[in-house]
């Protein structure tokens, strides 16, 4: 298929939202057995070559309480012991009315759907089947004006999409397509609290002058206003994405992540810095003597390990840390690859340049 054909949402929208409200109506509207129903849509996306449908549909039937190896043989379904009586006859009618021969579909198949479902359900089922045809051949899953969300086995629509995904970004953004030229490394910030009577060291923030190299300010001083004094962050590469401690690897991530030039390069540049950040997350001396340049009469004692975090700390192919914001807009999503900190995250400006970025003006 090489030649573009149109659009059939923005040619004729109103038709198309009763289409795939249509849809909606009857999946609300239920058979006896909800499964036999995405059975027989899974069958036909399966017929007619549709992954799009057939990936949302056998999602929806393992919402449903489906097994896996029951799906697994749906395609062999005459084969299979598998199936009951009502869901072979639902299923034969399904691929009858998708195959659909010159005589229509036989008076055998048709009635032994009938005999086992009963017309309600075979009512819905025909109806439903011919949705399915219908979306599966129109590709209408982009003739709704929007961004269909497969999340937990339910299909969300929206007219535009704004990703924050964190640590998630890499994967959301391979799921629109959009794979991108930056990464997601991982850096996890380790805290110690002020135990006791060296709280009344802080009386305020101690932070040291940025190092524009970094997006990372390094150990500093932070009073809260429940009068605990935080230190810290550190910033040392994590070995899985959510990885809160040493313990946590995880060898898929760890070879995205290692696989990503920007991160070779970054470690070829870097790896001084990289070294002192490790040291100072295996041993309380190192982190003490960084907390010190700050507050001298802080000793070993004073420090109590408290829990950290993971920052999705985007890198580029330079190996280049972006210590600004990075949004990649593709058609009606908008992916924030980049969220950086302090005080920026939560700046209602910058909410307002990205809805602009997305032309989204009802926010
Ligand atoms: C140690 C540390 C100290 C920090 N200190 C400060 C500070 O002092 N001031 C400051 O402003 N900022 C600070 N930050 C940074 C701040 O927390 C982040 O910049 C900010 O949270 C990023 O916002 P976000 O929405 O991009 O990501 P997140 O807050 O990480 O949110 C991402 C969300 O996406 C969800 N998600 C991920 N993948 C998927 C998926 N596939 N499907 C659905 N959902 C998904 C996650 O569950 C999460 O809820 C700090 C961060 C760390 C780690």
């Known amino acids: 298929m090489t030649r573009q054909r149109i659009e ?51 999602a929806e039937a393992i919402r449903l309480g489906e097994r896996q190896e029951r799906l697994n043989e749906l395609a062999g379904w005459r084969d299979s012991r598998r199936f009951t009586d009502s869901e072979r006859a639902a299923l034969a009618l399904a691929e009858t009315m998708t195959k659909l021969p010159a005589d229509g579909v036989p008076d055998d198949v048709y009635g032994a759907a009938e005999n086992l479902l009963g017309p309600y359900n075979l009512a819905n089922l025909i109806m439903a089947v011919s949705v399915a045809n219908a979306l599966d051949r129109m590709c209408l899953r982009q003739t709704s004006g929007g961004v269909d969300v497969l999340a937990g086995g339910r299909r969300l629509r929206f007219d ?26 991982p850096f996890r910030g380790e805290y110690y609290a002020l135990a006791g009577t060296a709280r009344d060291l802080v009386r305020g923030l101690i932070y040291p002058v940025p190092d524009p190299r970094y997006p990372f300010l390094g150990v500093h001083l932070t009073r809260r206003i429940d009068g605990e004094v935080l230190v810290g962050p550190n910033a040392v590469m994590a070995l899985a994405l959510e990885g809160y401690s040493w ?13 990503w030039r920007g991160t070779r390069r970054l470690a070829v540049r870097h790896w001084r810095t990289g070294v002192r950040e490790v040291l100072g997350s295996l041993s309380k001396g190192a982190f003490l003597s960084a907390a010190r340049r700050y507050v001298p009469a802080l000793t070993a004692g004073d420090l109590v390990r408290v829990e950290g975090g993971v920052r999705a700390q985007a890198v580029d192919r330079d190996g280049a840390l972006l ?4 949004v990649d807009v593709q058609g009606r999503v908008a992916l924030v690859r ?8 939560s700046s209602l400006a910058i909410a307002r340049h990205i809805v602009g970025l997305t032309s989204v003006s009802s926010f």
């Open 247 to 259: 313990r946590d690897v995880d060898p898929g991530d760890l070879r995205r992540i290692l696989a």
């Open 338 to 345: 980049n969220a950086p900190s302090p005080a920026a995250t």
């Open 323 to 326: 210590d600004d914001f990075s």
């Open 8 to 58: 059939l949402a923005e040619a004729s929208p109103r038709a198309a939202r009763l289409i795939t409200a249509l849809e909606d109506v009857l999946r609300r509207e239920g058979l006896c057995d909800d499964r036999l129903r995405e059975l027989a849509r899974i069958r036909v996306a399966q017929l007619n070559g549709c992954a799009y449908f057939l990936a949302l549909r056998s």
């Open 160 to 185: 535009r999409l704004i990703v924050c995904a964190g640590l998630g970004t890499d994967a959301v953004a391979r799921m629109t397509g959009a794979p991108g030229d930056v990464r997601i490394v």
